[in-house]
């Protein structure tokens, strides 16, 4: 939460004292495998009606079903990005984790307001929850926003639609050779000294060891570009490469036609997509089952 939000919280008089347990963490799957399940966290929920957050990104999920969370919980931003599921006396919501809750304890969530109201009565102002992080949720097409000030010298980006938190971000420049970047409590991922004028080849490597590769990210700073890649799931690419083009195999007729190769040319009346990152190739991410 950055300096000037202020906090709405909607609090019973006289509020009953939630005790907390520590989070239970994941066990690791592998690609293909059965999610493993998460030990739930027990806890206490109260509520909040700022849009931003301290993940920096530039607007909340479409259906404002978001979260803060505690400092030691939110861990220098480690955990934007992720999803978790989350019961209350009312029922169960999934929310998207975007800010972190200075005030809260380990165990103190921070839901919105619409998430709030999905588990419990924002009269009551303050619930017991109990939450889990949510494996691989479904997500769209990743998007790159590189950081206002970004130049030639100096390389900052924040990446969304990831599903998990991340663990590690790489990018280069034309011709240049992988450099790992650095993230700060703030979500953005830096790389000092830059890596050139791009456009850029980034790739992002998730939590669960998804990996996905996205081309033509350009330093256009403040704007969010889409990229045609996600991390899984179905036939998401999650490269930007050009198949291999197949020869073509002659007919038994006497006098054989061979079958046209496919034009990797976009044609000259076609117009380009503004926003659209690396080739549009589906390939099977290979990535197993999701938990969703």
């Known amino acids: 939460m950055t300096g000037g939000w202020q906090r709405r919280w909607w609090l019973v008089g006289g509020a009953i004292a939630l005790a907390a347990v520590v989070t239970g963490v994941f066990a690791l799957r592998g690609a293909g495998s059965a999610c493993a399940a998460a030990a739930a966290t027990s806890g206490k929920a109260t509520f909040y009606t700022d849009d931003g957050g301290n993940c920096s990104y530039p607007s909340p999920p479409d259906d404002r079903l978001f979260v803060a969370l505690s400092p030691a919980e939110y861990a220098d931003g480690a955990k934007c990005g992720g999803y978790l599921d989350v019961k209350g006396p009312n ?3 999934r929310v998207k984790v975007v800010d972190q809750c200075p005030p809260c304890t380990s165990g103190h969530i ?9 588990i419990g009565d924002p009269v009551d102002g303050i619930i017991p929850v109990t939450y889990t992080t949510v ?3 479904k997500t769209g097409n990743l998007t790159f926003r590189v950081k206002e000030g970004s130049s030639a010298y100096w390389f900052a ?5 990831t599903g998990n938190a991340l663990r590690t971000i790489e990018a280069k420049g034309p011709g240049g050779s992988w450099r790992s970047a650095h993230r700060e409590p703030y979500n953005y991922w830096l790389i000092d000294g830059g890596i050139g004028s791009g456009p850029y080849s980034v790739r992002v490597t998730d939590v669960r060891g998804r990996t996905a590769t996205a081309t033509g990210v350009k330093l256009a700073p403040g704007s969010t570009q889409t990229s045609r890649v996600r991390l899984g799931g179905g ?7 050009t198949l291999p083009t197949k020869k073509p195999t002659p007919s038994p007729k006497a006098t054989p036609t061979p079958t046209a190769l496919p034009s990797t040319t976009p044609s000259a009346g076609a117009p380009p997509e503004a926003v659209a990152l690396g080739a549009d190739v589906p390939v099977d991410a290979g990535l197993g089952s999701r938990c969703d």
Request: hydrophobic content about 35%; cysteine-free.
């Open 135 to 137: 494996t691989s949720p």
């Open 235 to 241: 036939n998401a690419p999650t490269e930007s490469k």
């Open 157 to 161: 980006v924040l990446v969304d639609n």
């Open 91 to 93: 029922g169960s919501v």
């Open 110 to 118: 921070d839901l919105s307001r619409e998430a709030f109201a999905r």
